[in-house]
């Protein structure tokens, strides 16, 4: 092989590796991005659907059956992106899907309207064995006990979803926590008194869906100074079967403190107050979280907090704070030295009573960060996951390399690695 040949070889396969490592660096400094878009859900989607046609439509020269089926996969896309197109409006993954699907609408000539795919069946809790409790259920299925899932909000709010993120929100008014085929949580939040940043968590409405033969609807609302250990309708216990019960309401702390079991579902809620807000951890196993369609995809607990109600940096100290804080955008020493007495990890707890003691300048907020640390320390089963580490640098600024950094170092390398292989 030549010289020119050889360096011709090698510069291809340079420019594929170069590609793959470009991919990869977008990919990561972009990740937080396509969370929040979750246009990869849409694609996932359209690909499990067409891989049930057998690939009949792909090609353009399959059974008009199974065009027409191609033709309604398409369709389900589409109005998947559509409904994505708030969160995606600045993905480059999302705009390449709309294009996409408008080519092979063409394409394959498929009518804008008609029929659409049936979207992929939703996890079923299992109902071998007992019905009406989860884990031996799914013991039994399985021969294994099931993967759970945490996630907490509490504080300002702060969100740690049950993919192991962490936010702080700046959302006011309803919003839900979780919306499942099972479980519906929401939350309220208002502002409070002591800083611009400063919202609370100051009702959670828990309702558990009808669910075969194990409950009927049942509801449960805690609000600020007022977190009952019974449901709305007075009960404590619900879904009696066979000397057991699907539900039930328990209490350490009457008035401040409220433990829910759902054995049906293998969940189990907390709901406590801290200071000035409510705060809520949940664990629940992943079949359950995961089993919501396309439409239910406003979750906190899923997705986190919109991108427009997200808080990147901590907040500057407020002006009613009891604390010697700085007139600085950084946390005062005292900031600094009372959290971290209550919580030496450098992790996201002590990031959120940071924030809250600065938003509010109460020193009681820092309770709901220390709340939630023992909740996850309860509902992680894995020591190692308990402390979640910061997102981000001191400032809360993001740690993402910079896109244009990224290009700038492969460009250089790329120019070495050419050079070298055609000297």
Known sequence: MGTLALCSHYSQLSWKRSVIVAMLLFHLCCLQVWASCRILRCNSDFVAVTLDLGGSGGGGGGSREGNAGYCSALRSYAMC????ARACRGDLAYHSAVQGIEDLL????????GPTAQPRPLPQAPISGDACIYEKGYLQREGRTPDYLHCGVFGDPHVRTFRDEFQTCTVQGAWPLIDNEYLYVQA???PMRGGVYATALITITIIF????QCIEQQIYQAELDNVPAAFVDGSVTSGERQGQHSLSVHSDLPGHQAEIRAAHIGTTLVVRQSGRSLGLSVRSPSAIAEAFTPEQDLQ?????CPPSQRLETLPRPSSSSSLSFSSSSQPSAAAHVHCAALLPARDIYYQACLFDLLATGDLNSSTAAVAALQDARVMISDPNKVHLLLV?????SSPCLPLILAVAVLSEHLLALWTWQCL
């Open 300 to 304: 906190l607990c899923v997705y986190g």
């Open 106 to 113: 063409i394409q394959h000539s498929c009518p804008r309207t």
């Open 81 to 84: 992106t559509r409904r994505m």
């Open 188 to 190: 309220t939040s208002a």
């Open 209 to 212: 869906k009808n669910w075969r």
């Open 392 to 396: 981000g640098n001191a400032d809360g």
